[in-house]
């Protein structure tokens, strides 16, 4: 008899094979998440739900994940999963979705729902570009690369995911790409375990739209490159030793109260109060 892949009991079969380009780095996080929770034992997702937005790493959750999920508009997953929490706080909401999706057309949603520390874990699938729509530059485009909206060059520099969601005020941060596959696991599994708001940018291949614009043409060859690229963050001393590195990492593990206990706190407190008087 055939063993089935351990995956397929937290996937639709019938919307398989996926969707996404040959070489694309997204089903590498997909497996990562799912390995994640069986190694923590889950057996479905029937307590999770999950939140993406539009883009090629939001097909990650819909139609492929046997779940409650909401495939929301532009750039508002993280709103959508924020009002989600606060109805079902006993939910694991989980937001998978892409840089332009999360940061380039909802970046205030990310910079606030940190700030707030709300309860949900977000998975950030960076590949450097708006790539379902053909390659447009994006907020972690690389400073000098050319793409269809930035033929000469990208004048403008790129965000610093991790660090800008960190000094918001996230309970935990890591960064990955899709070559360090154990660490992201381990990470996932970790943020998984926490309260607060947990962020996990992964940096992956997009060899249709973005690679083949700096030479690298297949997902094996930017998966060579961002192995080449990459420097823990126990390995740099001064910033300026950097370059264009790209640093991977858990860069905080905090234990800060979430929203959604603070929140809960306050409603208590006002129902003593009001069964007072």
Same mark, same amino acid.
């Given at each position: 008899m055939t063993k089935k892949h351990f995956a397929l009991k937290f996937l639709r079969e019938e919307t398989l094979p996926t969707a996404f380009c040959p070489g694309c780095g997204s089903g590498i996080v997909m497996n990562c998440f799912l390995k994640a929770l069986e190694e923590l034992g889950f057996h479905d997702l029937s307590g999770f739900a999950f939140v993406s937005g539009i883009g090629c790493a939001a097909w990650c959750v819909s139609p492929y994940f046997k779940a409650d999920s909401l495939h929301t508009t532009h750039g508002r997953p993280i709103a959508f999963a924020s009002g989600l929490k606060l109805a079902r706080p006993e939910l694991n909401v989980v937001v998978i979705s892409g840089d332009g999706d999360i940061v380039g057309i909802g970046g205030n949603h990310l910079i606030h729902a940190a700030r707030r520390n709300m309860d949900l874990l977000v998975i950030c699938i960076n590949n450097f570009n708006y790539g379902m729509t053909g390659g447009q530059v994006g907020p972690t485009t690389f400073h000098g690369v050319k793409t269809t909206t930035t033929p000469y060059g990208n004048p403008e520099y790129p965000f610093d995911l991790a660090r800008l969601v960190d000094s918001a005020g996230a309970n935990f941060v890591a960064r990955w790409t899709t070559v360090h596959v154990r660490p992201l696991i381990n990470s996932i599994k970790k943020a998984l375990k926490k309260g607060g708001f947990r962020f996990?940018?992964?940096?992956?291949?997009?060899? !249709?739209?973005?690679g083949r614009r700096i030479g690298k043409h297949t997902g094996k060859d930017l998966m060579i490159w961002f192995r080449e690229k990459s420097i823990h963050i126990s390995k740099i001393q001064d910033d300026r030793e950097v370059n264009d590195k790209i640093i991977v990492g858990e860069f905080v593990n905090r234990d800060k109260p979430g929203f959604v206990r #603070? *929140?809960?706190?306050? !409603? *208590?407190? *006002? #129902?003593?109060?009001?069964?007072?008087n």
């Open positions: 996990i940018e992964v940096i992956s291949q997009c060899p !249709t739209s973005f #603070r *929140l809960h706190e306050i !409603t *208590l407190k *006002l #129902r003593e109060k009001y069964d007072e």
